[in-house]
């Protein structure tokens, strides 16, 4: 279990461990054919995913019913769905990413790995709504864009965690135009010019 994180490291027990390295062995297998990262990170999947997404787990280690939007190769979800499991948690998540091919590696690692996951294979405008308590998307589209999904898939208590880089504060002041929110600043462990946007109680102004 070389490389976890320090402040990781309560959350991810051997089992789960060895859950995240069955899972980026498939990421590894499929991406040649259908690019679920760039072929460049495959060999840096560790930091530049894999722990990069399991940062988000304290902000969401309560919830029971999580959406990932734009869930791609399933990250941050699917590493959310593992550290669920590891924890003998309930929690329910809900993939939502239109790309059939990668759809369907999403289907095929939670199958694989006993995953409480359901993907749905369509733009999130076109899901209903799912009053969800916990809501993640990375590297997806702009924090003022991000915000119509959370409030269109949260509940009114719901919480909002969005990874963003360098430029997280420059997303904040545009997305303030259009939405007033209560927001948590939390500093990356991955990258220290990037940040966690912890946000809720998201209302169009």
């Given at each position: ?99 059939i091919r990668k759809a369907v590696f999403l289907r095929t690692v939670a199958r694989e790995l006993g995953l409480n996951v359901r993907v749905h294979d369509k733009r999130h405008q076109f899901v209903p709504p799912s ?75």
């Amino acid at each position: 279990m070389n490389g976890v994180p320090e402040s990781l490291a309560g959350y991810v027990s051997r089992e789960t461990y060895e859950a995240l390295e069955a899972y980026v062995l498939l990421i590894q297998k499929w991406t040649p054919k259908i690019n679920l990262v760039a072929r460049s990170q495959v060999e840096d999947l560790w930091i530049r995913h894999i722990w990069d997404s399991a940062q988000i787990w304290p902000c969401i280690k309560h919830s029971t019913a999580h959406v990932d939007l734009g869930s791609g190769g399933g990250l941050p979800g699917l590493v959310l769905a593992i550290l669920a499991k590891g924890q003998g948690l309930d929690l329910s998540v809900s993939l939502i990413e239109s790309d059939i091919r990668k759809a369907v590696f999403l289907r095929t690692v939670a199958r694989e790995l006993g995953l409480n996951v359901r993907v749905h294979d369509k733009r999130h405008q076109f899901v209903p709504p799912s009053q969800a308590d916990t809501l993640t998307a990375r590297a997806l589209t702009s924090l003022d864009e991000l915000l119509a999904a959370a409030e269109r898939h949260l509940n009114d208590d719901g919480v909002a965690v969005f990874p963003k880089g360098a430029r997280w504060q420059q997303e904040i002041e545009v997305a303030r135009a259009n939405w007033a929110f209560h927001i948590d600043v939390i500093p990356s462990i991955t990258d220290a010019q990037a940040a966690l946007l912890k946000i809720k109680d998201i209302t169009r102004v």
